[in-house]
């Protein structure tokens, strides 16, 4: 039982973000203080929510490389519709932001799924065009703190239970997913496309029509995001969160989503995100350059990934028992490795 | 194998399309047609476009970039793919920087450079045959990798002074109008063509983008070919470097970011699937052209570079999806994954 939980990477992976934060404690006392651990995991919200979309779009068996494109531009549009009219109330900026996130993650939806178009080549294609909107709608010109309303910037600051509105948001929507992926159909649904898409077919699941859902789903987060983003940050401009996708694949497969599809959990994307968080929080403090922080990610992307592999390689199953047996006789004509 | 097939009102022609049919429907034509289209319709809209050395500077666009797509080719052809190329790039021409500062002459600078960029490519060759990972996690860590390591060695500095027979490289005309880099471009295109199409290496690599099993078994060492594919793409990043560094005459650790984008595209754009296991380098070099025409066009038409991004989506997009619509799918019916 204790063995079954130790292997779990979930465990592993918990393990080794108490092992960072005991490190850099004992050199730097009061990292680990409980406030400073939620000032990380508010640091870490955005990448903890969009890693869950991500998720879902990974267990799909595709890839979403717009994300932090569709974040920055959501996030442009609600500064510029706070700017132009500050009196509209944040629950309509909200609702815009998460409306037009939704609407950009079903074209990318649907793009894969009625024009049945590879996923990563849809993505880089509507990445380039969603920076290049954002550049379009702004004019290069940036909206500043000046120009956003105080009710705008102070949502995600704002302290509900001694925490920050936009920590809230992160367990609201990890609480979500917890509810979505593990008791309803559609989180079935999306290991069953990614884990065999032909099966998935034949149990009535609509392969396209699933993706399209995790698509948007995703979309949707980013949209969320992208007022978080902007109104944590006090700023809007066109390279908002470039190459911020990276960090939220990262996250994904650093928590055990296997790339290619079915495989993974909300709590190891969560951990995952909460990985890179806290190494990213951890620099400064140890003195360390904030330029190290790309290699030492990319670092983990690498041995997340080898690791990964190690514990995905699928046995053959076979059914019948006694097909076992007359396997097991012959010399290993097919298998490469047991 | 049964009555089915034969029955009347079924008719199996002898050939499918006659030589000639096939050639005016290839992917080759309509982009010969679009290049055509776009040339026409930019001589027209700008005075300036037809000038033989405005042309010769519109090369400059994409000659890096199409260098490093020649390769990537190949490795999408063989069902792999490569996005540490743009860090590559970076981390070659950091390395040159570096040897720079310890008064490093010509051949110097270009053997590291080239060197450099063959160990980049064994790095993720290693990763993906010896570990046996997904080449696109693969190189999305190795991308954080390459480029971290350039900005742990350049932070927010750069690295300048490069002597004058370096510059040769990216700002040398061999002769007239005909620039060091296309001419380099068109030999290796030439090469590349040679190596895809005559010879058993460029055979073996459609056999295994597009069953790698299949392909072993018929005795091509799958794992030794694929080796060799990423040091192939790692070198000619390396030689990108030189010439992009050469060209801009110092080294920022940004140098070629979002370069593996563009090739990217240049690859799909060119009719190469990206599922591997069909595709041909004149099309790779057309769709280079044509990337080349559309964003020199733009250009003289004062429209910024951000702007140029959205067509160059849309492109991407749009040549993968109009053939759906109008051809039914039947050329591209494939697994929607990936």
Redesign the interface.
């Known amino acids: 039982m204790i063995a079954t939980i130790l292997k779990r990477r979930e465990t592993m992976l918990a393990l080794a973000i108490l092992a960072l934060i005991a490190l850099v404690q004992t050199r730097f006392a009061g990292f680990a203080r409980p406030g400073n651990l939620a000032a990380i995991f508010n640091d870490s919200a955005v990448l903890i929510i969009l890693a869950l979309g991500q998720m879902a779009v990974i267990l799909t068996?595709?890839?979403d490389l717009s994300v932090a494109a569709t974040l920055a531009f959501t996030g442009m549009v609600a500064a510029l519709v706070n700017a132009a009219a500050p009196g509209l109330p944040i629950g309509a900026v909200l609702l815009i932001a998460v409306g037009l996130g939704t609407a950009m993650g079903a074209v990318n939806g649907l793009?894969?799924w009625r024009?049945?178009?590879?996923?990563?080549?849809?993505t880089?294609?509507?990445?380039?065009?969603y920076?290049?909107?954002i550049?379009?709608l702004s004019g290069?010109e940036w909206v500043n703190s000046h120009q956003m309303s105080e009710a705008f910037k102070a949502l995600p600051r704002s302290l509900v239970l001694d925490l920050p509105v936009l920590s809230w948001m992160a367990i609201l929507v990890i609480a979500l997913f917890v509810l979505m992926i593990g008791r309803t159909t559609l989180g079935r649904a999306f290991y069953a496309v990614g884990g065999n898409?032909h099966a998935a077919i034949y149990a009535g699941i609509s392969v396209?029509g699933t993706r399209f859902v995790a698509f948007t789903l995703n979309g949707a987060l980013a949209g969320l995001c992208g007022y978080l983003w902007v109104s944590r940050y006090a700023v809007a401009y066109?390279e908002v969160a470039q190459g911020f996708e990276?960090d939220v694949?990262?996250a994904c497969?650093i928590g055990g989503i296997s790339?290619?599809?079915g495989i993974g959990t909300v709590g190891g994307a969560v951990l995952g995100a909460l990985f890179l968080g806290v190494i990213k929080n951890a620099l400064p403090v140890a003195g360390v350059?904030p330029?190290?922080?790309?290699?030492?990610?990319?670092?983990a992307?690498?041995l997340a990934?080898?690791f990964n592999?190690r514990s995905e390689q699928r046995k053959g199953r076979i059914i019948l028992k006694s097909a076992e047996q007359a396997h097991a006789a012959p010399a290993p004509a097919t298998g490469a490795s047991a | 194998m049964s009555a089915t097939e034969t029955s009347p009102g079924r008719v199996i022609p002898d050939r499918l399309t006659g030589p000639a049919a096939r050639v005016l429907r290839s992917w080759e034509t309509l982009l010969v047609a679009v290049a055509v289209a776009i040339f026409t319709f930019n001589s027209f809209a700008s005075p300036y476009f037809l000038d033989p050395w405005n042309l010769s500077d519109a090369t400059f666009n994409f000659t890096e970039k199409a260098m490093i797509a020649l390769a990537m080719a190949l490795l999408v052809i063989a069902g792999e793919i490569d996005l540490s190329v743009g860090a590559i790039v970076a981390l070659a021409s950091t390395a040159m920087g570096y040897a720079l500062q310890f008064g490093a002459d010509t051949p110097l600078l270009v053997a590291i450079g080239l060197g450099v960029g063959l160990t980049c490519g064994a790095v993720n060759g290693l990763l993906v045959t010896r570990m046996g990972l997904p080449s696109i996690v693969v190189t999305i860590g190795t991308m954080s990798l390459f480029r971290g390591i350039a900005y742990i060695v350049l932070g927010d500095t750069a690295f300048n002074g490069y002597p004058e027979s370096f510059a040769w490289f990216g700002q040398g005309y061999v002769a007239w109008v005909f620039s060091f880099e296309l001419v380099l471009f068109a030999g290796l295109a030439a090469l590349y063509a040679i190596v895809l199409h005559l010879t058993n290496f460029g055979r073996r690599l459609y056999a295994i983008g597009n069953n790698p099993t299949a392909a072993a078994f018929s005795g091509i060492r799958v794992e030794r070919t694929r080796m060799a594919l990423f040091l192939l793409t790692g070198l000619m990043s390396g030689i990108a470097s030189i010439c992009l560094t050469s060209r801009l005459g110092s080294t920022r650790p940004s140098i070629g970011t979002g370069m593996e984008l563009e090739a990217i595209t240049m690859v799909v754009l060119g009719g190469v699937a990206i599922t591997g296991g069909s595709g041909s380098i004149l099309g790779v070099v057309l769709a280079a052209l044509i990337m080349g025409l559309v964003t020199f066009g733009l250009g003289l038409l004062n429209v910024p570079g951000i702007v140029m991004s959205i067509f160059v989506g849309g492109l991407l997009i749009a040549v993968i999806a109009l053939p759906k619509l109008f051809l039914g799918g039947s050329r591209w019916r494939r697994s929607p994954s990936r």
Do not use: D, K, N, Y
């Open positions: 068996r595709c890839i793009l894969v024009f049945a178009l590879p996923p990563i080549v849809v880089l294609g509507t990445m380039t065009m920076r290049g909107a550049f379009l290069g898409e396209g066109t990276l694949i990262a497969v790339i290619a599809g350059s330029f190290w922080q790309m290699a030492i990610s990319g670092i992307i690498l990934v080898a592999a």
